[in-house]
């Protein structure tokens, strides 16, 4: 059974793509493309299942057409329309340089001098230069290299060293 905190959301399921059973992938993160993986997890109505990827192509920067096994037809296809798309982390990579930043959605921030938990990541904000997690509470907190001391992939955790008060903002 595939648990929730073992993969990470990297795109979203469209619409068919002709008849054969290929879909639309529209993805934020192209991990499958830079790791070798013979699979994608869906959520299908609610429930984590790895469909196996037979073959895929880039239509776009941002969009991918994908077959996968066992799915041969425009109907079977139409089925998976509006799945959440995601990837194993544990082939993600265990080392911090090959992260993504989507990969890091879940993890947790820890203060590097009290060693207490600062929250919960729910997502990342990198459409501009100047990254930053959100945290479940709806606080920002910036993803500047210089704050972070350390990723431990395997324990989800990063070490930041945050400025007296930024939190208070």
Known sequence: MIRQEDVYRIGRIGRPHG??????????????????????????DGILVPFFIEEYRFKSGEVALVKFCDIDSQDRAAALTGCDVYFPRHLAGAGADEMSWASLVGFTLVDAVSGGSVGRIASVDDATSNILFELEDGRLVPAAADLIDGVDAEGQTITVRLPEGLLDL
């Open 19 to 44: 008849v054969k059973g290929e879909v639309t992938f529209r993805f934020d993160d192209d991990v499958f493309d830079r790791v070798d993986s013979d699979y994608l997890v869906l959520s299908v």
